[in-house]
Nanobody, 122 residues
Framework: QVQLVESGGGLVQAGGSLRLSCAAS????????MGWFRQGPGKEREFVAA????????YYADSVKGRFTISRDSAKNTAYLQMNSLKPEDTAVYYC???????????????WGQGTQVTVSS
């Protein structure tokens, strides 16, 4: 089993920045990918960003391109999501996810964290 623990959420004003972290532990698959989903109030859960094992391949939702950056330190089994130029519509619970391949992480991740709240005030 794989455990994912997020941290770094909070309240920020529009235009501000936050950095989320996700620590993976347990029986992590070899070469696993990591990513982030989010679910805003009254909205469906949606894909945000994903990164491969080496960190050289990344994917982003159109709504966050140019504002969010995903990265990872595979030696530390940790992924990060740097969020800049935040907007009120970015308000959501952000979930860290992991899976055996990028295509899995982008669509139906194998593992989910508990989530961390991000609130952007206008």
């Amino acid at each position: 089993q794989v455990q994912l623990v997020e941290s770094g959420g909070g309240l920020v004003q529009a235009g501000g920045s936050l950095r989320l972290s996700c620590a993976a532990s347990g029986r992590t698959p070899s070469g696993y990918a990591m990513g982030w989903f989010r679910q805003g109030p009254g909205k469906e859960r949606e894909f945000v960003a994903a990164i491969g094992w080496s960190g050289s391949t990344t994917y982003y939702a159109d709504s966050v391109k140019g504002r969010f950056t995903i990265s990872r330190d595979s030696a530390k089994n940790t992924a990060y999501l740097q969020m800049n130029s935040l907007k009120p519509e970015d308000t959501a619970v952000y979930y860290c996810v992991a899976g055996r391949a990028l295509v899995v992480v982008r669509t139906t991740p194998n593992y989910w964290g508990q989530g961390t709240q991000v609130t952007v005030s206008s």
